[in-house]
């Protein structure tokens, strides 16, 4: 199988790039195709002819994105419609990337791919525009929608809890948002086995279990050692940001799981990501 891995330089995209061996992965990023132009787009599949585009590449500065919305939608939403006709065009499979943040938060209970999307933000609504190309414009598709993604390629919330870490005592960490910390490498391996399967439609892929990002930053910092570290939790509005988050967005297992699919819990992910930042000289 030829896979083309569009975001290739990102946090997910390396990932992908180091693990999936036995295919043809061709990697791509901004420099071969900027998506926001249909004829780069249209120039590098046309060359490649890939079996499955992967696309992660994305704007994913979520607090940005309320500060230059043009931007937000020019890559995720217009970017991706590029990507999903230029699949189209050459006969490729499309696997698109999306987000838990398409999601409002007010549900009691995980999300299903069934559920209506309702963006409490400016990049939750660009990506929602992104999956709605990818349905127009790219019938051979699979949508995964995926939420708080940890990996050593990026610069990730556990990487910033660590770095705090290293000059603050004490750190302060929302307690009111709830979701699934979703190790990159796992993602990863949950692509290629949907890939494989020939998945179609929209699929959420998560780790399993469920935390606060104050639960997630104690775990971080309790698996790597550094219990002396004492952690505050605050409220979503003692720690007001430009964008409003979900303060819910843990999506349901239902869909992968059909596909015969399961991801271990999170935290079982967490030593090997620490293994990961150590080998990287991210970590002492
Ligand atoms: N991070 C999370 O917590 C999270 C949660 C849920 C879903 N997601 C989704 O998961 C996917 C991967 O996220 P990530 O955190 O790995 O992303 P990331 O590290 O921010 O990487 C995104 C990549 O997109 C590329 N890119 C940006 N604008 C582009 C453009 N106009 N044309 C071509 N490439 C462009 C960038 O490439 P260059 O470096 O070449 O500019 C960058 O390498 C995204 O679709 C994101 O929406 C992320």
Not at 92 to 109: A, P
Not at 119 to 133: D, H, I, R, T, W
Not at 183 to 204: K, M, Y
Request: hydrophobic residues 40%.
């Amino acid at each position: 199988m030829r896979l083309l891995v569009m975001g290739a330089r990102g946090m997910l995209g390396t990932d992908i790039l180091q693990d999936w061996k036995s295919d043809e992965v061709i990697p791509a990023d901004s420099t071969e195709a900027d998506i926001r132009d249909l004829e780069q787009v249209r120039s590098l599949v046309s060359k490649v002819r890939p079996d499955w585009i992967v696309l992660t590449a994305a704007y994913t500065d979520v607090d940005g994105s309320e500060k230059n919305p043009d931007l937000a939608f020019a890559v995720n939403g217009k970017g991706t419609e590029n990507v999903a006709r230029a699949a189209a065009e050459f006969g490729s499979r499309l696997f698109y990337v999306s987000t838990d943040y398409v999601f409002d938060g007010t549900s009691t209970r995980p999300y299903e791919t069934s559920d209506p999307v309702h963006p409490l933000n400016v990049y939750g609504a660009s990506k929602a525009a992104g999956e709605k190309a990818v349905q127009s414009f790219a019938h051979e598709s699979c949508i995964g929608r995926t939420s708080w993604l940890f990996g050593a390629a990026g610069s990730s919330f556990p990487e910033k809890i660590l770095r705090a870490s290293e000059s603050r005592p004490e750190l302060t960490v929302v307690s009111d948002q709830v979701g699934s910390p979703t190790f990159t490498r796992d993602l990863a391996s949950a692509i290629l086995q949907l890939i494989r399967g020939e998945a179609r439609g929209l699929v959420h892929i998560t780790n399993t279990g469920i935390c606060s990002w104050f639960e997630f930053a104690k775990e971080i910092l309790h698996q790597a050692g550094r219990n002396s570290i004492s952690v505050r939790p605050v409220t979503t509005a003692e720690f007001p940001r430009p964008a409003r988050r979900p303060a819910y967005s843990v999506l349901s297992p239902a869909s992968l799981t059909r596909c015969g699919i399961t991801v271990r819990h999170w935290k079982e992910a967490v030593p090997i990501y620490l293994q990961d930042l150590r080998c990287m000289g991210k970590l002492s």
